[in-house]
């Protein structure tokens, strides 16, 4: 270590908040510092509870806790998952339509040209082929399937990713599990004043319930909507996103399985906003996401209710939230994850997913005492670029809806972000795709959800009038042939779970 640097080194980190966020935060930090000084403490009260706003993810999760040495079939008996290869929008454009947005790309690219060019092609000729027709991941989700990809899959075709749908508490325990086994030390507290540094405003200490007095160097924030440290003691103010995503209320319960688990999310449009069915191993996840300017917590809570398809086994839980985030995520010595740096809404699967990012940018631009502010800019700046690409891309969804309503139309009539129009007016005009740093979701993403809308380009790329329509027919049928005898060749979402328990069974006894 160079000279003056050893003594300027972080020695202690306090989490305020388990939960998810804070859990995850334990275990990724306590093994990527593994071996060193740095303490980690976590702070958390057994009598608040934790906000769940959903238990379905995307395939980033896996990495997550693979970087841990943790196996899929592991977490998945842990934490009561199922597999989810896609989510399915049911009536988002008209009653009676659905699509699914698959993990993983669509068709086979020619000549350096996008597969969709060659299937708007064929559509133009008369071919009603939809685009999900060329996904495996799409065709897996639509038949209730589900297969581990094959490492070298030999052709585009084969590509697809796979998520989890699980228990958040479970995941939380287990992530508690690990990083207490790495040092982690919880302490079960209320916190009940936090203490600044009088010389430049840096949080100093927490004081408990016990009187006991936490001090630290690096503070994570994990206190979700409270925003304890960030919002609360330091002052950092919200920034509101509501004119462009008008949901701003959300009733979730549990209810009994409603026959085989799907293996994919579905999410079905209501009166003032959708419904997702979130399917696990014991149970279903349901909730409705509304906007209140266009229903009341009574009429929700009857829409929801009339479409369970298990048995609810509780009462349904309410949430209000602001779609938005901090100004900043990151202030002097303060690093806010999760709901404390802001919350857009749980469509896409994002919230689990911005708490992973976050975490890896902190490791990636981890502090001194000195808290650089160059360091702190980049953490923020690439925060919020990524909140902002992962708002237009939700944001997105009720732009391009079809539906009749006052709260389907209110969203169809707004003004868009400018980076969301930029990227419309482009794909629009050339079927192109515009990319940015930090972007969760993927050209492929932005097609499925342009084709399911059947929001299609006015021109394609010209080289493909090149190639004739009976040859490409043919090139189209064969690849549909392929994919729907991969399809039938790859166990059902049932088997598929057996198989992982199986795995799960065999390491533990290795």
């Excluded at 057994?46 to 769940?52: A, D, Q, R």
């Excluded at 549909?480 to 790859?490: E, I, P």
Aim: glycine fraction near 10%.
């Amino acid at each position: 270590m160079m000279d003056g640097a050893a003594e300027r080194a972080i020695e202690r980190i306090v989490i305020v908040g388990g939960g998810t966020a804070g859990w995850m935060a334990a275990a990724a930090l306590s093994a990527h510092l593994s071996g060193t000084d740095v303490a980690i403490t976590l702070v958390e009260s057994s009598e608040i509870g934790t906000v769940g706003v959903g238990e379905a993810t995307i395939p980033t999760i896996r990495r997550f806790y693979g970087a841990l040495g943790m196996s899929d079939a592991e977490v998945m008996q842990a934490c009561d998952a199922t597999a989810k290869l896609g989510i399915c929008f049911v009536d988002w454009l008209r009653d009676g339509h659905s699509f699914v947005h698959p993990f993983g790309r669509f068709g086979q690219d020619l000549k350096g040209i996008d597969f969709h060019h060659y299937w708007l092609k064929a559509r133009a000729a008369g071919d009603r082929a939809q685009l999900g027709n060329y996904s495996l991941g799409s065709l897996l989700a639509s038949e209730g399937h589900a297969t581990l990809p094959a490492p070298d899959p030999g052709s585009q075709l084969g590509i697809f990713d796979w998520a989890l749908h699980f228990d958040a508490a479970l995941f939380a325990q287990h992530m508690r599990r690990f990083a207490e086994k790495m040092g982690v030390q919880r302490v079960d507290a209320r916190i009940t004043d936090v203490a600044l540094r009088g010389a430049d405003g840096f949080v100093e200490a927490l004081t408990l319930d016990s009187g006991a007095r936490i001090e630290g160097d690096l503070f994570i924030d994990c206190s979700g909507f409270r925003s304890l440290l960030l919002g609360e003691k330091l002052g950092v103010s919200y920034e509101d996103w509501s004119h462009w995503l008008l949901c701003d209320g959300a009733l979730a319960v549990q209810s009994e399985r409603a026959g085989l688990p799907p293996s994919c999310t579905t999410v079905t449009a209501r009166t003032a906003g959708w419904q997702w069915r979130i399917p696990l191993r014991k149970r279903e996840g349901n909730g409705l996401v509304f906007s209140s300017r266009f229903q009341s917590d009574d009429q929700a809570r009857e829409e929801l209710l009339a479409h369970l398809l298990g048995e609810p086994t509780m009462e349904p839980r309410k949430l209000r939230f602001t779609p938005g985030r901090r100004q900043v995520a990151w202030a002097k010595n303060c690093v806010a994850l999760g709901l404390a740096s802001g919350f857009l809404e749980p469509l896409e699967s994002t919230s689990i997913a911005l708490i992973e990012t976050g975490i890896e940018r902190l490791k990636s631009l981890f502090p001194d005492k000195d808290f650089d502010p160059t360091v702190i800019a980049e953490y923020n700046e690439q925060s919020a670029e990524e909140m902002e690409r992962v708002r237009d891309f939700l944001v997105l969804h009720y732009k391009l809806n079809g539906r009749t309503g006052a709260f389907w139309q209110a969203c169809r009539d707004m003004d868009v972000p400018d980076s969301l129009n930029a990227k419309l007016a482009l794909w629009r005009a050339r079927g192109a795709f515009v990319r940015y740093r930090w972007e969760m979701f993927s050209p492929a993403s932005w097609l499925a959800i342009y084709a399911g809308f059947e929001d299609l380009p006015t021109r394609l790329d010209p080289a493909v009038a090149a190639v004739d329509n009976a040859q490409l027919t043919r090139s189209l049928e064969t690849m549909r042939r392929s994919l729907r005898d991969t399809v039938a060749d790859t166990p059902t979402h049932e088997e598929f779970l057996e198989i992982m328990d199986g795995a799960a069974a065999q390491g533990r006894a290795a």
